[in-house]
């Protein structure tokens, strides 16, 4: 048996990339996952290029791997980075064996074999291959909606490395869902980069189906009880979709609106296509449909432009809503973005002193939220074994719960009493 070496970095898409690069690779032959780089035949960085920082950090990598490595063993890299370096990682790291973007994954059985092997093209469409199974966790599913992205925010670099948006047929995606329940999967985690925009296109001819109509076709799957998504765009969050979102009780009660900046001059300038109004009156909406739900949130600080003022209506926009969970990053320029080439860039001291007010200021939001769940009961679902007699899952709105308990949990959606909080995760006797 063959030993796989899997990094995987960025977001949960790449997380499922790296589930159908494994499972393809064993239609072939048969692999074991290792952790060890030393003992691998196969060694694969699956990554980010969202931000530069991950971008910068894979050459040394590469070399760290390339030293470590056993004579003969292959290095891939994968995903983002080489959709939008493709040849180059090639160039500027000649250890490198194939390069495979994220548009192409399921071709890594053709290009493992040939030396110096490139695939990097966002023309191809796998939005109907069917790809061989493989979970690194049973009891949770991550499902790809869509692959690709439509929009053109003009920071991201997203749609240049996954190319145009084409939806995967509703048929495919509940058979693969049904699937995972045999195998024991209660609760689905449905993924795209902008996933509420499914259904606008589909390469088979399918019946039309946004996704609020994906929402209820899932829902129907019997043994599934729990459905998650991510990340829907603030713009597609129509009534339909928020009252479907409230009303039907397999949807878990936690939503992701990522806000970007607050300011709509900013939101202007970003191409994000919706205002400061309409995002504050979005939040409303489910806060008053759904009051136990929680509002997780991406916001950029110091976007090319942003001043003091623009800054201060993100502020004003937490302060608003008080997201349960903030995902915060400072402005990364990218190459094909046209952000990039603005003349007025922040200067990134004071982008960094925005980024420490912004987190402080959600800090002590988070620590009322957290301490607000003390002697709460949730419904957790557990789904890993911990070590030393413990275990871990989710509550319905997305908090992560430790207690104390043996396999016979895992995968049972339980009463739990809590009994500790942080800010991170809450402790609980389960009841
Ligand atoms: N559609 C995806 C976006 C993927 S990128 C989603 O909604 O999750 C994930 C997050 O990274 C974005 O929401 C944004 O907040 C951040 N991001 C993207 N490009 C960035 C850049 N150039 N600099 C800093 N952060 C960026
Ligand atoms: Fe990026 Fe905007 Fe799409 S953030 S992934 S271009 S929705």
Redesign the pocket.
């Known amino acids: 048996m063959k030993k796989l070496f899997i990094e995987t970095l960025g ?1 949960a898409m790449n997380m499922r990339d790296s589930e159908h690069m494994i499972a393809e690779l064993n239609r072939r032959d048969s692999y074991e996952l290792t952790q060890a780089v030393d003992e691998a035949d196969l060694i694969i960085i699956n990554t980010c290029s ?3 920082k991950p971008v910068a950090k894979l050459f040394s990598e590469i070399g760290v791997f390339n030293k470590k490595k056993k004579e003969g063993a292959k290095i891939g890299v994968c995903g983002c980075t080489a959709s939008h370096l493709g040849e180059e990682i090639i160039k500027r790291a000649p250890s490198v064996s194939f390069v495979l973007g994220a548009r192409n994954v399921s071709k890594i059985n053709e290009i493992i074999d040939k030396k110096h092997a490139v695939e990097v093209s966002t023309d191809y469409d796998e939005s109907e291959y069917d790809f061989a199974e493989y979970r690194s966790n049973p009891y949770k599913a991550l499902v790809n909606i869509s692959i690709g ?1 439509d ?1 053109q ?1 003009t ?4 749609p240049a490395t996954r190319g145009e948006e084409v939806s995967i047929p509703s048929e495919l995606l509940v058979r693969e869902i049904s699937k995972a329940v045999e195998g024991g999967a209660r609760e689905v985690m449905l993924l ?3 996933v509420n925009n499914y259904g606008r296109r589909f390469s088979a001819d399918e019946e039309s189906c946004n996704f609020t109509q994906l929402l209820q076709k899932v829902s129907r799957i019997e043994g599934l009880e729990r459905i998650r998504f ?4 603030p713009l597609h969050m129509d009534d339909a979709f928020l009252e479907e979102f409230a009303s039907n009780p397999k949807i878990c009660k936690q939503i ?1 609106i ?1 806000l ?1 900046s607050g300011s709509t001059e900013i939101l202007k300038a970003m191409k994000r296509g919706y205002t400061q109004e309409w995002f504050l009156d979005r939040c409303a909406r489910v806060r008053a449909l759904v009051p136990e739900a929680t509002i997780s949130t ?3 600080v110091g ?1 090319p432009g942003e001043s003091d003022a623009d800054f201060e209506e993100t502020m004003r926009v937490l302060e608003a809503v008080r997201f349960e969970q903030l ?8 190459p094909h ?1 046209t ?2 080439t603005h003349t007025n860039q922040v200067d990134p001291a004071v982008a960094s002193e925005r980024l420490s007010r912004l987190q402080a200021r959600h800090t002590e939001i988070l620590d009322e939220v957290m301490d607000a769940q003390l002697g709460r009961v949730h419904k957790v679902y557990f789904d890993e074994l911990k070590p030393n007699g413990r275990i871990a899952g989710r509550s319905d709105d997305g908090k992560l719960v430790f207690a104390e308990g043996s396999e016979s949990l895992l995968g049972k959606i339980v009463d739990v009493k809590i009994t500790k909080t942080s800010r991170g995760a809450l402790d609980g006797i389960v009841l």
């Open positions: 977001c969202v931000r530069e992205c929009k925010c920071f991201c670099i997203v795209g980069q902008n991510t990340s829907p765009h992701h990522p970007q991406d916001i950029i976007f995902f915060s990053f400072k402005y990364s320029p990218r973005t952000a990039a």
